[in-house]
Nanobody, 114 residues
């Protein structure tokens, strides 16, 4: 069974930084494209960053230049470094394959507020 465990969220002031982690079990995640998704209150879940099997990265326009996706294959773990956070980054952040499977983790809450 595939399992995603996200962590690292919290409350941060605008302009601050956070690093999220996603540990994957149940399959070798480097065999798939992986991504970070987020869901703000009352809105649909959207993909914000992707890392391919080859390690190439892409970002949504709203986070480009501020967020960095990376991975540690040996640890089956993926990261999202978020800098210069804005209130509109407030959301629950999830990791999954790209495109996503049916199983999701519990996510980690990121709140950007002064």
């Amino acid at each position: 069974q595939v399992q995603f465990v996200e962590s690292g969220g919290g409350l941060v002031q605008p302009g601050g930084s956070l690093r999220l982690s996603c540990t994957v079990s149940g399959y070798i995640f480097s065999m798939y494209a992986m991504g970070w998704y987020r869901q703000a209150p009352g809105r649909q879940r959207v993909l914000v960053a992707t890392i391919t099997r080859e390690g190439l990265t892409t970002y949504g326009d709203s986070v480009k230049g501020r967020f960095t996706i990376s991975r540690d294959i040996a640890k089956n773990t993926m990261y999202l470094r978020m800098n210069t956070l804005k209130p509109e980054d407030t959301a629950v952040y999830y990791c999954n394959k790209v495109p996503p499977g049916v199983d999701w983790g519990q996510g980690t809450q990121v709140t950007v507020s002064s």
